[in-house]
């Protein structure tokens, strides 16, 4: 089908639904900017998706002396706790110390010590630990999250589930986020905020003509191809941003992303603390989290290695998988191996290619870079990690505002996210008032919807007296009339959508309820935006 003629132009054309494309498109429509945006495949679906699911300051980029970095980082954890209390809450970590740990040889902290210190032989000392923790206590201001405190791991549970030759430990405070849904509710909010939102729609090619970008976008499940017209072109398009560059854009831009694998194992739950993760340090420097995941299970990771291209699917080797297992059982009392695990994925991280030396090492800050060598302006987007997307959506805003003049103010750091209009420490309240409301509802229930959908979970509930008033049943504590909903107003279109993404559902269906589900979503999905299911 031919494209035709471009549309009215949108100040502008944001290509990728991760974070950052959503953030950025929720701000600037925020702003009064007209937005539209195009994601290839469903939101959050590469590497929005597949994090390691904290809002945290990165405690070990503090050895990298990336402190501007940290410091934004801590910053953002209460901002976002207050805008997002039902996807995101704190989480305190315990971490472990031993003689025995090391740190990465390129290390700036370890190149100092091994001058400063030699006698050290690359060892983390204790008093080297608690003064990063003081920084990281401190370099945010921090008014929610507690501080730091020293554990005697003897007698306590929380001693429990590791080796007894681990005595004393460091419990410091980080922040849990449903990274998924973080995205999907950006993209949400910028629709409702006058930005467009197309899913399933691959950008073809982008080209400058009269001083505008003309973009050629086509829907992949109908093969329609459709033009706009654009003043600006965002490319936060993640592990393919130097693919759009050179391909999409065609661009001489020097920039590129380095292309870094993280693998993640979940296993059934280790530990009994809702609220406590764990913090676990290697004699090869690195580190991984053990972390409470979704009531029944633990989530392990992650790994950091090079991967060679954007179109190849990121997955857990089992290299990757048995590192995390051997890593983990040098810390838990019962060993665990690959048996125990029930599921695995991967996520490509597009950090910036600063040159660093190792994967480790390369810098997870992000870099912006407008390019005008087209005849009109595109901004590249490079890095950055999760927590930091609102300050890197407010950056960028920064960045394009010489081309739009009388661009709004700053707005996102005190505007909830749908669903997050509550305080943040609200959950059991909200929870407890669905169960008086809904008395069919179990307590789990009731707060896996507050925990996804905050105060719209009564929306989703509407009139019912009992559960088969949700309508067909399709496993676990999945209903109709989520599904619907999530149809209707979150963009799913497929049962991945909802079980790994809107969800993660997926670890408590089997086959059969997945298919049924994929079958039911085949026949009743919707193919207008949210905006006009409203």
């Known amino acids: 089908m031919s494209e ?5 132009p949108v100040d502008l054309f944001v290509i990728g639904g991760g974070i950052n494309g959503c953030g950025i498109a929720r701000d600037a429509a925020g702003r009064g900017l007209s937005v539209s945006l195009a994601e290839m495949g469903d939101l959050a679906q590469a590497t929005s998706s597949s994090s390691t699911k904290l809002f945290h300051g ?8 990336e402190f501007r970095l940290v410091r934004e980082a801590l910053k953002e954890r209460e901002v976002l706790l207050r805008n997002m209390p039902h996807i995101s809450w704190p989480m305190r970590f315990v971490l472990p110390y031993h003689r025995d740990m090391r740190f990465e040889k390129a290390t700036p902290t370890s190149k100092l010590l091994s001058i400063f210190m030699p006698w050290m032989r690359g060892r983390r000392p204790a008093w080297l630990i608690r003064f990063g923790l003081f920084l990281y206590d401190h370099l945010g201001g921090r008014k929610i999250l507690p501080g730091t405190q020293t554990l ?5 549970e929380e001693g429990k589930v590791l080796q007894e030759r681990f005595e004393h430990a460091y419990e410091y405070s980080d922040c849990w986020v449903d990274d998924a849904r973080l995205v999907v509710l950006n993209a949400r909010d910028a629709e409702a905020r006058g930005a467009r939102v197309m899913t399933r729609t691959k950008v073809l090619s982008a080209g400058v003509e009269n001083g505008l970008w003309q973009v050629v976008t086509q829907n992949i499940e109908t093969g329609e191809t459709a033009r706009h017209s654009a003043r600006m072109l965002i490319n936060a398009g993640g592990p393919w941003v130097g693919e759009i560059i050179r391909g999409t854009i ?8 380095r292309l870094v694998r993280g693998s993640h194992i979940v296993t059934p739950r280790l530990t009994k603390y809702e609220d406590k993760a764990y913090f676990f340090q290697g004699e090869d420097g690195r580190i991984i989290f053990a972390i409470p995941y979704e009531r029944d299970f633990t989530l392990i990771g992650t790994t950091e290695e090079a991967h060679e291209s954007p179109d190849v699917k990121p997955e857990c080797t089992p290299e990757e998988r048995d590192y995390l297992i051997d890593f983990a059982n040098r810390y838990l009392r019962e060993p665990i191996n690959a048996d125990n ?4 994925y991967s996520g490509v991280r597009p950090l910036y290619d600063d040159g660093a030396s190792s994967a480790t090492a390369a810098t997870r800050d992000y870099t912006l870079k407008v390019d005008t060598s087209a005849g009109a302006p595109v901004l590249n987007i490079f890095g950055g990690k999760i927590t930091t997307y609102r300050r890197l959506a407010e950056a960028a805003l920064e960045k394009i505002a010489p081309h739009f003049h009388g661009l709004g103010r700053k707005w996102t750091e005190n505007a909830p996210l749908p669903g997050g209009d509550f305080a943040h420490d609200g959950v059991t309240e909200l929870r407890d008032g669905l169960v008086t409301d809904f008395p069919f509802l179990t307590e789990d229930h009731a707060l896996r919807l507050v925990r996804a959908y905050g105060t719209e979970a009564r929306g989703i509930l509407g009139e019912a007296k009992a559960l088969s008033d949700l309508g067909r049943p399709f496993g676990y504590t999945l209903w109709q009339a989520e599904v619907d909903w999530l149809m209707a107003h979150e963009y799913a279109r497929s049962a991945a959508d909802v079980l790994w993404r809107r969800s993660k559902l997926g670890l408590h269906l089997n086959d059969d309820e997945v298919q049924a589900l994929d079958s039911y979503m085949k026949h009743h999905r919707r193919d207008a935006s949210p905006a006009a299911a409203e």
Do not use: D, H, I
Not at 58 to 65: A, D, H, N, S, V
Not at 152 to 156: E, S, V
């Open 4 to 8: 035709g003629a471009p549309a009215e």
């Open 58 to 65: 990165g405690l070990r980029y503090l050895e990298f002396f």
């Open 152 to 156: 005697t791991l003897k007698g306590r």
């Open 250 to 257: 065609r661009s001489n831009s020097s920039e590129g992303v």
């Open 341 to 344: 695990v029930v599921w695995t």
